[in-house]
């Protein structure tokens, strides 16, 4: 069984956008990044609707199997769903991504594991010390060329189409989550994040924070990238757990939140 040692997680505007559409839960047994749909109404609400049906189906403090986090994830999806409508602007499509990990307890072991969880183009990293590790696969059209051979990840990062994501919460009344279990081992570190992080800094750079910055490693992540930038809202939460006899109690979760503004439209839309 593993204990929290550490979870930090900030939320930013970043330096060019006027509201934040990203949303986070930082609360145990649920580590999770949902970035808001832009290009379309209500990304921000959308975001914010996905991590609070998560927070009151998968409650602090509980164990929830794979198969409830992928009804939770469900419901998740059919709450955004529901805020998609019509406007004085026409037809209006809500829409997130939703990425993170989620302690859960799987029956057939006796045992409990993290479970990785993707929708989307938000990523959830592995860091050791020395090698970061990307887990989940961009549902996005640029991830869709480079596996086919297409075109290079240097391409890739600016290519015309690198904000189309494939899969999102709210575009369709039934949502294909990508899932994986990892088993809970010594010392584990998690990076969860929106692409506003990743579209400003490369898995070298965002290694290099990690190893220097120990004390708020998410704060450190968002000021490098609003340094590099920040053209996008920016969300971060690092969370480290033991397993073990030596495993440290668990510890309160440090927030850090952007400043909020006016509305604004994000680029990142669905493929349609």
Partial sequence: MSSLVGVTVRSDTGAVRHVNEDSALAQDPVFVVADGMGGHARGDLASRTAVESLARTLQAGTRPTPDEVIRAIDEANAAVRALSGADESGAAVAGTTLTGVVRVRVPELAAEQWMVVNVGDSRVYSWDGRELRQITVDHSAVQELVDAGLISEAQAAVHPERNVITRALGAEDFVDADTTLLPEEGRQIFLVC????????????????????????????????NEAGGHDNITVIVLESTTGEDAAPPVDTRERAGDDGRRDLEDTRPRG
Avoid: Q
């Fill in 194 to 225: 929106s692409d506003g992080l990743t579209r400003e800094l490369d898995d070298r750079r965002i290694a290099e924070i990690l190893a220097t910055s120990p004390a708020d490693p998410a704060s450190a992540l968002v000021d490098a990238a």
